[in-house]
């Protein structure tokens, strides 16, 4: 396995350059809650009017952009500029006036959104036609920027510190190379990870419209630990393998038999996760469908990284350190 690890790295490191070239082309395109206004989830009782004709009823609120995406049959999820609760009221009633008999649903001419079919925009004489209130936020650009700031600091933190609990856990472990290594490779598959996972939110972003917020940061952490989770199985079958077969082989020989060791039992871990989250990103709601994609992309990511980039970068390390003592 270990002989392939130039393959290994020249892919990571494709990968990785998409990653960091979307950031800096696209950047991220932030939700409410790291640059503020208000969201706010509508189901409609009749059938869901087009975006179109939703944007002209309330264009005379002053919300600003409006951006709107359709969640399940009949809701719609909205968000606009931060508004006080007169205006959030003026918005729901606005909206009911949509539902109301005899209304005529605007042509959606042009604009991005779903195509609706005449059922489901036309409603029907003598129906109670109501609308419900899912959900609403409104967070204000100060709390929003705050929001952002104390997100980038947790996931500075939580990686400073899995890099101390690793070499922490490797203390012992001297030969060939010293606990602070195994940390720093630690580190840099982390980072691997988050640029990987970020960079594909960056493009869905600019493409799709999708996007990021406190839950993205909370799938990110909890992508970190599972990754670190593979990366430390490996790393003790190594140190368990230095131990017993150190005088009777390479540094190289060992990393590669505690992979072969490994590998099965974490693709089979990653697998079962993977699948289960698959389902619930299918079947489960709209409000948590980002967040279960970025649990699926950073599984997927995390394995990798834990099994064909964390070990071979020991051996790289290793042999550059060699050459150099040598020389």
Known sequence: MLKYHKYFYALSLAVTVIGIASLLLFGLRFGTDFIGGSSMEVQFSVGRPSHQEIIQKLSDLNLGDISIRNSGE????????????????????????????????????????????????????????????????????????????????????????????????????SYPLGSSKYGIITIITLFHDVIITVGIFSILGYFFSIEIGVPFIAALLTVLGYSVNDTIVVFDRIRENLARQRAQFSFAEIVDTSMRETVVRSINTSLTAFVALCAVLIFGGESIRYFILTLVIGVVVGTYSSIWIASPLLVTWHDFVRRRVIR
Not at 96 to 114: L, M, R, V
Not at 121 to 132: K, N, R
Not at 141 to 157: C, D, H, N, V, W
């Open 74 to 173: 009949k809701s719609v999820i909205m968000r606009f500029k931060s508004v006080d609760e007169t205006t959030h009221q003026a918005i729901l009633s606005h909206l009911k006036e949509i539902q109301q008999p005899g209304s005529t649903p605007s042509i959606n001419s042009g604009q991005a959104s779903s195509p609706q079919s005449d059922s489901e925009q036309a409603p029907q004489e003598g129906s109670d036609a109501t609308i419900a209130e899912s959900q609403f936020d409104s967070i204000g650009p100060a709390i929003g920027k705050e929001t952002q700031q104390r997100s980038m600091y947790a996931m500075g933190l939580v990686i400073f510190m899995i890099a101390l609990y690793v070499t922490w856990a490797f203390r012992k472990v």
